[in-house]
């Protein structure tokens, strides 16, 4: 068994990135002790020598320290080494993930489970999972959460005229018809439903 | 006396935001049933961590056991702390405030510090409207209130905060900055605890004014340079920065665990500490950390602490290397027959793991065997959760979901489908 060295952090990596993202350079010593809290800049020395050696990154001929190829994950265009991507490795770059694509505004966004069956005829059964959007505004026929009763409850937001009208998707329920304020949970974006 | 400070207005802004209430505040945004009702959180631990404003105003404050509770307030809604979801809107709530500045300090779970200086411009408004618009945007999508207090330090954005509660909006510009101070008393500053308030009360002073009023060298001979600076900041000279980078590194790791009932059996109390022991070391690992001291607690019913602590020949995160010291300070302090309600572990004087030094009578091949282990068990607990793979005396540790019902949080109680124990969707449950 040899003694070999640590490899790189992959945090260390991910602050290096987000600092070239920002800055279009890699950081100066100074600039990297600061980064990763050092008090002195021979640990920050100490750091790029290992990034070099790992071959994540190299000093020009002025000293300055500049990335290589594609290891600090930065798709370098232009970049001789990097070469054409191919096409395909383009249209990757344009995709949602299935995250992204439910969740449009993260902070913003919750989670409900489904009980009841009043929702069942727009599709929205027992035991699913809705993705409720908090701080937008309800538009006619969206499916709201509604605070009724002290309870949260799925309904059809209808207005008419200055009536607001809760809509249940299933015969088998009343309409609510909200007397006073009505508080309101969000708007649903997704429904979500796994086997 | 009325003299102002500084007569500039904004040399600096610096918000201080405090959610109120928090964890109260989050489970009655996520049940209706809970809103103005009086609740509060901790029930698992049996002792209130957190009061909502209605169960504060009837008396109920924090660290007061759940008995006290239920005889001061009996309708009250005693629930279990459900640190998952309250991390989730911290997190949310550190992501609003960055659309509006970059440099947020993550203070705790609940606050931050924001540098607004030079933002009005971008937002075309004044500081307080700054800070309205981040209070409104937290009540909207999270719907939690916060109290914002701005003014030209921390410090004195803190006393801002405080200023008026809940959903308080306080902005105090350097010329008005001896109003403040005026109507400050010593013991209300951050950083002046009991002794300091007596120290200063012996030389006459009352208020915060009081105290810049002095020269700094007043400051600095009483109370040293922790005194000056403090006196800096409360003068709104920003002493203190905005800290953005987080916390890369901690200065210590403490994992403590109550547990419900309390307990006597020997095995499951050792296991207990050793799994605190897991729960340290993982996370001094993930800062790239070891530990040069290691200290164990025990708690009994009663309250009475008992503690030991022991310096290591050699720093390490591995409970390979710890465990049999651990058990030897376990060893010393438990007592058999005693009811026992937790157990901490403290990994103290952290370094950083990088300088890997070989005692003279150590086997470097075996070390370097250990950490492989444990680099491995990190990687299983990234892919599968925390503790997938732990030391067989946690086998002892009776099942999380044991123990009288409701000290469990709804979230944790009620996986979906798909999810495991220790791997939830990462979104807030509605209930």
Same mark, same amino acid.
């Given at each position: 068994?040899?003694? &070999?060295?640590?490899?790189?952090?992959?945090?260390?990596?991910?602050?290096?990135?987000?600092?070239?993202?920002?800055?279009?350079?890699?950081?100066?010593?100074?600039?990297?002790?600061?980064?990763?809290?050092?008090?002195?800049?021979?640990? &920050?020395?100490?750091? &790029?020598?290992?990034?070099?050696?790992?071959?994540?990154?190299?000093?020009?001929?002025?000293?300055?320290?500049?990335?290589?190829?594609?290891?600090?994950?930065?798709?370098?265009?232009?970049?001789?080494?990097?070469?054409?991507?191919?096409? &395909?490795?383009?249209?990757?770059?344009?995709?949602?993930?299935?995250?992204?694509?439910?969740?449009?505004?993260?902070?913003?966004?919750f989670m409900l489970k489904v009980s009841g069956d009043s929702m069942k005829d727009a599709g929205i059964h027992e035991g699913d999972l809705v993705i409720v959007e908090r701080g937008c505004e309800a538009r006619h026929g969206d499916i709201v959460l509604a605070c009724v009763d002290r309870e949260w409850t799925l309904k059809y937001y209808e207005r008419n005229g200055r009536e607001i009208l809760l809509v249940p998707a299933n015969p088998d329920y009343p309409v609510i018809r909200p007397k006073g304020e009505l508080t309101l949970g969000g708007v649903v974006k997704a429904v979500i439903r796994k086997y | 006396m009325n003299q102002p400070i500084t007569i500039h207005s904004w040399p600096r802004a610096i918000a201080h935001i405090d959610a109120d209430a928090f964890f109260a505040s989050v489970e009655q945004a996520l049940h209706p049933e809970y809103r103005n009702r009086p609740v509060i959180t901790g029930a698992e631990r049996g002792i209130v961590a957190a009061a909502s404003y209605e169960a504060k105003a009837r008396g109920v404050k924090r660290g007061v056991p759940l008995s006290e509770v239920t005889r001061i307030c009996p309708d009250c809604i005693l629930l279990p702390s459900d640190y998952e979801t309250y991390s989730l809107f911290s997190k949310r709530m550190f992501s609003i405030m960055r659309r509006y500045t970059p440099e947020v300090e993550e203070y705790s779970i609940d606050e931050a510090f924001l540098d607004l200086t030079g933002t009005r411009r971008l937002h075309r408004t004044d500081y307080k409207e700054i800070g309205r618009m981040i209070q409104d945007d937290i009540k909207k999508e999270l719907d939690i209130t916060v109290s914002v207090g701005i003014s030209l330090s921390k410090g004195t954005a803190k006393l801002c905060s405080k200023f008026r509660k809940p959903a308080g909006l306080t902005a105090v510009p350097g010329k008005h900055l001896h109003l403040l101070l005026a109507r400050t008393e010593l013991s209300k500053v951050w950083g002046i605890g009991p002794n300091t308030t007596a120290l200063l009360q012996k030389h006459g002073l009352k208020t915060a004014l009081d105290f810049v009023r002095r020269p700094s060298e007043f400051a600095k001979r009483l109370l040293g340079k922790v005194g000056e600076e403090l006196w800096l900041e409360l003068r709104g000279e920003y002493a203190n920065r905005i800290d953005t980078i987080g916390k890369l590194k901690q200065a210590s790791i403490s994992k403590f665990k109550t547990f419900t009932p309390p307990i006597a059996d020997r095995d499951v109390v050792r296991a207990r500490a050793l799994r605190n022991l897991e729960g340290a070391c993982i996370k001094a690992r993930r800062y790239d950390q070891v530990a040069g001291k290691l200290v164990l607690y025990l708690r009994g019913q009663d309250f009475s602490t008992d503690g030991l602590e022991i310096r290591l020949d050699r720093p390490s995160a591995s409970p390979a290397d710890l465990t049999a010291t651990l058990l030897e300070l376990f060893d010393h302090i438990y007592r058999s027959g005693k009811l026992y309600r937790a157990t901490g572990v403290v990994l103290a004087e952290l370094v950083d793991s990088m300088p890997l030094q070989f005692g003279i009578f150590e086997e470097p091949e075996k070390i370097l065997k250990h950490r492989n282990i444990f680099e491995a068990v990190d990687a299983i607990g990234e892919r599968f959760g925390k503790h997938t793979i732990f030391l067989s005396d946690g086998l002892k540790i009776p099942m999380q979901h044991e123990g009288p019902r409701g000290r469990v949080p709804k979230r944790r109680a009620e996986i979906l489908h798909g999810e495991t124990s220790r791997q939830h969707i990462k979104l807030p449950m509605l209930h």
């Amino acid at each position: 068994m040899t003694l &070999a060295p640590k490899p790189i952090d992959e945090r260390v990596v991910e602050k290096l990135r987000r600092f070239y993202r920002a800055n279009r350079r890699l950081p100066t010593y100074s600039e990297l002790a600061q980064l990763f809290g050092y008090s002195s800049k021979n640990a &920050a020395y100490r750091l &790029a020598q290992k990034l070099i050696d790992e071959g994540f990154i190299e000093k020009d001929e002025m000293g300055r320290l500049k990335p290589i190829g594609e290891r600090l994950g930065i798709p370098l265009i232009g970049y001789v080494q990097a070469g054409f991507p191919t096409p &395909a490795e383009e249209e990757l770059i344009d995709t949602l993930s299935l995250d992204e694509y439910l969740v449009e505004k993260p902070t913003a966004s919750f989670m409900l489970k489904v009980s009841g069956d009043s929702m069942k005829d727009a599709g929205i059964h027992e035991g699913d999972l809705v993705i409720v959007e908090r701080g937008c505004e309800a538009r006619h026929g969206d499916i709201v959460l509604a605070c009724v009763d002290r309870e949260w409850t799925l309904k059809y937001y209808e207005r008419n005229g200055r009536e607001i009208l809760l809509v249940p998707a299933n015969p088998d329920y009343p309409v609510i018809r909200p007397k006073g304020e009505l508080t309101l949970g969000g708007v649903v974006k997704a429904v979500i439903r796994k086997y | 006396m009325n003299q102002p400070i500084t007569i500039h207005s904004w040399p600096r802004a610096i918000a201080h935001i405090d959610a109120d209430a928090f964890f109260a505040s989050v489970e009655q945004a996520l049940h209706p049933e809970y809103r103005n009702r009086p609740v509060i959180t901790g029930a698992e631990r049996g002792i209130v961590a957190a009061a909502s404003y209605e169960a504060k105003a009837r008396g109920v404050k924090r660290g007061v056991p759940l008995s006290e509770v239920t005889r001061i307030c009996p309708d009250c809604i005693l629930l279990p702390s459900d640190y998952e979801t309250y991390s989730l809107f911290s997190k949310r709530m550190f992501s609003i405030m960055r659309r509006y500045t970059p440099e947020v300090e993550e203070y705790s779970i609940d606050e931050a510090f924001l540098d607004l200086t030079g933002t009005r411009r971008l937002h075309r408004t004044d500081y307080k409207e700054i800070g309205r618009m981040i209070q409104d945007d937290i009540k909207k999508e999270l719907d939690i209130t916060v109290s914002v207090g701005i003014s030209l330090s921390k410090g004195t954005a803190k006393l801002c905060s405080k200023f008026r509660k809940p959903a308080g909006l306080t902005a105090v510009p350097g010329k008005h900055l001896h109003l403040l101070l005026a109507r400050t008393e010593l013991s209300k500053v951050w950083g002046i605890g009991p002794n300091t308030t007596a120290l200063l009360q012996k030389h006459g002073l009352k208020t915060a004014l009081d105290f810049v009023r002095r020269p700094s060298e007043f400051a600095k001979r009483l109370l040293g340079k922790v005194g000056e600076e403090l006196w800096l900041e409360l003068r709104g000279e920003y002493a203190n920065r905005i800290d953005t980078i987080g916390k890369l590194k901690q200065a210590s790791i403490s994992k403590f665990k109550t547990f419900t009932p309390p307990i006597a059996d020997r095995d499951v109390v050792r296991a207990r500490a050793l799994r605190n022991l897991e729960g340290a070391c993982i996370k001094a690992r993930r800062y790239d950390q070891v530990a040069g001291k290691l200290v164990l607690y025990l708690r009994g019913q009663d309250f009475s602490t008992d503690g030991l602590e022991i310096r290591l020949d050699r720093p390490s995160a591995s409970p390979a290397d710890l465990t049999a010291t651990l058990l030897e300070l376990f060893d010393h302090i438990y007592r058999s027959g005693k009811l026992y309600r937790a157990t901490g572990v403290v990994l103290a004087e952290l370094v950083d793991s990088m300088p890997l030094q070989f005692g003279i009578f150590e086997e470097p091949e075996k070390i370097l065997k250990h950490r492989n282990i444990f680099e491995a068990v990190d990687a299983i607990g990234e892919r599968f959760g925390k503790h997938t793979i732990f030391l067989s005396d946690g086998l002892k540790i009776p099942m999380q979901h044991e123990g009288p019902r409701g000290r469990v949080p709804k979230r944790r109680a009620e996986i979906l489908h798909g999810e495991t124990s220790r791997q939830h969707i990462k979104l807030p449950m509605l209930h």
